[in-house]
């Protein structure tokens, strides 16, 4: 999680994070809420504004921050919990794969518990 915030707004901050893992020690259990990238991406749909998007590089979820109206009909419409949001700027945080190389695989390689799998998309 502090690898995802300083990635991406440059500080350590769990709030900021793209990714939540939520713990329940008491049966060792920890359970990650990240944006998984879904084909049929309920969260792009909606967005009453147009303001999420996939990129065509990554196949990840994009945000205009600028077209954004902070409404978070993405955090309902996502079926995984994949989508937190930022009160303080009033916009969803969704993981962005950080342009191919998260920044939360590479500070997890040992003990590799989080890894990145590319899929080959239907149309190929």
């Excluded at 749909?45 to 999420?52: E, F, K, Q, R, S």
Aim: glycine content about 6%; charged content about 20%.
């Amino acid at each position: 999680m502090l690898a995802c915030s300083l990635a991406k707004e440059g500080a350590f901050s769990l709030p900021l994070s793209r990714i939540r893992i939520i713990r329940h020690e008491e049966i060792a259990e920890f359970t990650p809420k990240v944006c998984v990238q879904c084909s049929d991406a309920s969260c792009i749909t909606a967005c009453p504004v147009g303001a999420l998007s996939r990129n065509a590089d990554t196949g990840a979820i994009n945000l205009d921050r600028d077209a954004c109206m902070g409404c978070r009909q993405c955090v309902t419409a996502c079926p995984y919990g994949g989508v937190q949001f930022d009160p303080i700027r009033n916009i969803p945080l969704i993981c962005d794969l950080c342009g191919g190389a998260p920044a939360c695989v590479e500070a997890c390689q040992l003990p590799q518990a989080i890894r990145y799998v590319q899929y080959a998309s239907k149309e190929a």
